[in-house]
């Protein structure tokens, strides 16, 4: 696992909790506008009340993930000078942000796509794509750069190396972008079923088999995992992992960790 593709907050400059803007919601209790510090950052850039997040207003919180973008902007684009000391770095390191975030997300998808079976007569592709954008994220002039230019080369790599890896499974579903706000599927055979960009908000997916099943950019807002099998799933990431409702049965690929606020 690229551990350079996660959150390593002990290396950052608390990034995620001053440079986007947040407005008053179920998601978060205050209005916060961009590259102001949230009052729950403390002087040593640890939230002050991280252990009840959610208790306190803030899950939209928990569920951020910035993909090793923080750590990635401040030691290595800005060579590990702190906003905070050198205050004319502190809008374009946050501008930086927002640009590495993007791209770290893409690199996590291509990484998950070279390490599919499925997938290996296009291994030359996803690392060529891999390390143009790895490239991208060490330029100097970082904020020029249009991580959609990026997605646009990648994404046909990424669906043919989905459909390549769900290619054996029979009766597959096409559930592109399908409106399935509440649905009831619990204990659906959802195996390599596209859910690309479906919209899965509070849906009940207890039980269900998502084995296998494409979920890049599915919105899985409380949408209920309990015992759900998604443990050879493509491209879940932690953010959706994080604001989907799920618990110890709950069967998770390893690159996702399991939540620490579901119950055990």
Not at 172 to 193: C, F, M, T, V, W
Not at 216 to 240: K, V
């Amino acid at each position: 696992m690229d551990t350079e593709l996660r959150a390593d907050c002990a290396r950052c400059f608390g990034l995620c909790c001053v440079a986007p803007a947040f407005s008053k919601s179920a998601d978060f209790a205050i209005d916060k506008p961009a590259g102001h510090a949230c009052p729950n950052l403390q002087g040593d850039l640890r939230c002050g009340i991280h252990r009840d997040l959610r208790q306190r207003g803030f899950p939209g919180c928990t569920v951020f993930d910035c993909f090793g973008a923080g750590q990635k902007v401040a030691q290595v684009t800005f060579g590990g000078r702190d906003w905070r000391a050198a205050p004319e770095t502190a809008a374009p390191m946050f501008a930086a942000f927002a640009v590495m975030r993007e791209l770290h997300e893409l690199l996590w998808y291509l990484r998950e796509a070279r390490a599919l079976p499925a997938a290996r007569s296009l291994r030359s592709r996803l690392d060529a794509a891999f390390d143009q954008v790895e490239a991208a994220t060490r330029s100097s002039e970082l904020t020029t750069i249009e991580p959609k230019v990026y997605w646009e080369t990648a994404d046909p790599l990424l669906r043919k190396a989905s459909e390549l890896a769900r290619a054996g499974v029979p009766r597959r579903q096409e559930k592109h972008r399908s409106d399935l706000i509440g649905a009831r599927l619990r204990g659906a055979d959802l195996r390599g079923a596209n859910l690309r960009g479906a919209y899965l908000i509070g849906a009940d997916l207890r039980g269900a088999d998502l084995r296998l099943a494409d979920l890049i950019g599915a919105d899985l807002r409380a949408a209920d995992l309990r015992s759900a099998n998604l443990r050879d799933s493509l491209f879940l990431t932690q953010p959706q992992a994080n604001a989907a409702r799920g618990d110890r049965t709950t069967r998770l690929p390893p690159s996702v960790s399991r939540p620490t606020h579901w119950p055990s």
